[in-house]
């Protein structure tokens, strides 16, 4: 007869291809043997790393020092999990639930490194694989899926954030070159912008007020018109880099504007796929919450000399945080198979990303009770995760804001505004 796996306990994985089943293998070992060690211990890796910031020395920690190795991305590169399931450009082609398997295995070392991922595959790749001109295509893909070019996605503003819409950054007509636009503006909260070689900048063209998407090359920025400053000191999201992208008359050739998307359906297409990747990365944190939290309450003793485990109220927070990863990593399965078939809607990426995000954070935070005052140190991993999920239910649209979505789906009533 069967029996219960704790660790995939609706046997999840009986739904997987074998192709499926070996890129999650590979990245899953990738993680654990390259990224983990980098979170917290000192690893020879960081040293000489490409960072723009700087080399990074020896002692440097990604979590603890809000370092962001950009040899990680190459890495990946050769890996091929980068765009993973976008189509040519020396991308791998594998279907959608592939793509988050990978998300998932980066996401259970640290919700940072499966950001700057997310932002290169599913937000920039994804962008110019969807919207891109041939000429576009052709330049950035192949480098970008290789790990050589990294790529930001700059959509929220200073003064907006859930309501893009109302962006003040614009483009206009370059004064004296023609087949230029120059751009100005600030963008704000933006993964891998201090480093990122290409900025995908979405702003309203002055003379129309319709948002484009324009791909601004840092290495062809005159002195001045671009700056990128880091925002230091993150509560979560530390091993991943974040910043501003600063626009003053920046000049821009028109042949790096997307030639056909216009309005926000060009932003949100790409906030689609990110969205998926999420929804099954945030289950492999709480995965990694989950298995951590067992051990401990399985070592840990308290009372009589019994093990936490032994105690209902444990076994309740270990029940819990079981049941709603393998509920989350289901339901993502089949939006994933939708999406592949042509089925799936935006609402229920909005639901998978709402639901994912939200009991990953609310069963982290119980697990974390189970370490006691060791959940102070991050060398148990626990907080780390807690302060991390906080930051993904926050981005690529606020839980709340999924609701709204959602009440509009249900309703026919938009509640935004
Ligand atoms: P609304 O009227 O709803 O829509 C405007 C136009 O956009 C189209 N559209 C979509 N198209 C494709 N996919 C979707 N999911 C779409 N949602 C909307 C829509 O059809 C319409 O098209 P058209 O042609 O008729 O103009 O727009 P609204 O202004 O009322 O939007 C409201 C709301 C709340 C839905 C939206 O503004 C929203 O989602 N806000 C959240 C903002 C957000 O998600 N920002 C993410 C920034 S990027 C980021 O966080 C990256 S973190 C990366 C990392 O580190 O991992
Ligand atoms: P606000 O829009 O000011 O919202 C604040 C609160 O008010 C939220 O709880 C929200 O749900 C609520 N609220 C807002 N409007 C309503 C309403 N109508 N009804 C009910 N409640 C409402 N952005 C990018 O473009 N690119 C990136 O790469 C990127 N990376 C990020 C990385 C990090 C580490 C972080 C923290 C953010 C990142 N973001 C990025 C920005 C992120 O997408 C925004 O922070 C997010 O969309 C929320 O916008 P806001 O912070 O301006 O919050």
Redesign the pocket.
Known sequence: SPAFDWKDPLASNDLLTEDEIAIAETAERYCQEQLLPRVLRKCAATAGSLSRRGPANEETLAYRDENYDRAILSEMGELGLLGANLQGYGCAGTSTVAAGLITRAVERVDSGYR?GMS?QSS?VMGGIHEFGSTEQKEKFLEPMARGKLLG?????EPN????PGSMETTARPHPTKSGYYVLSGA?T????SPIADVLMVWAKLAETGKIRGFLVERANCPAGTLETPALKN?N??RA?V?GMIQLDNCPVPAANMFPSVEGLRGPFSCLNSARYGISLGVMGALEDCLSRARTYALERRQFKNNPLAKYQLVQKKLADAATDAAYGVLAAIQVGRLKDEGKATPEMISMIKRQNCDRALHNARMLQEIFGGNAASDEYHIGRHVANLF?TQ????????HS?ILGRAITGIQ???
């Open positions: 950001s932002v937000l930001a996605f700059g959509l929220t907006h954030g859930s309501d963008k909260w933006i993964t891998n993150k979560g999201l991943s974040t930051v926050t981005y690529e649209g606020q839980s709340d804001i709204l509640a935004f505004a």
